[in-house]
Nanobody
Framework: QLQLVESGGGLVQPGGSLRLSCVTSRGVFDTYATGWFRQAPGKEREGVSCMSSAGGHINYADSVKGRFTISRDNAKNTLYLQMNNLKPEDTAVYYC????????WGQGTQVTVSA
């Protein structure tokens, strides 16, 4: 089973920052495009950012472009999402996964942006 363990969420004020981590199974980055998703209250799950298996092709949702940065550490089998200038509308449960042929979802990590 593909490992997907998210962490790093929390409660922050608007304008604050968080860094999310996703520990995956060994070799995932060599094979699959991976990325971050989020689901806000009352909304569908949406893609936030993704990265190709080679690491050279990155996409961001328009809503987070310029504020979030996706990265990874292949040796640690870990995907990251640096989130800066957080807004209340960023409040959601954040998940990682491969982009195509989604694996079963992990538990996600809660991000709450509120004063």
């Amino acid at each position: 089973q593909l490992q997907l363990v998210e962490s790093g969420g929390g409660l922050v004020q608007p304008g604050g920052s968080l860094r999310l981590s996703c520990v995956t199974s060994r070799g995932v980055f060599d094979t699959y495009a991976t990325g971050w998703f989020r689901q806000a209250p009352g909304k569908e799950r949406e893609g936030v950012s993704c990265m190709s298996s080679a690491g050279g092709h990155i996409n961001y949702a328009d809503s987070v472009k310029g504020r979030f940065t996706i990265s990874r550490d292949n040796a640690k089998n870990t995907l990251y999402l640096q989130m800066n200038n957080l807004k209340p509308e960023d409040t959601a449960v954040y998940y990682c996964n491969k982009i195509r042929n989604l694996a079963p979802w992990g538990q996600g990590t809660q991000v709450t942006v509120s004063a």
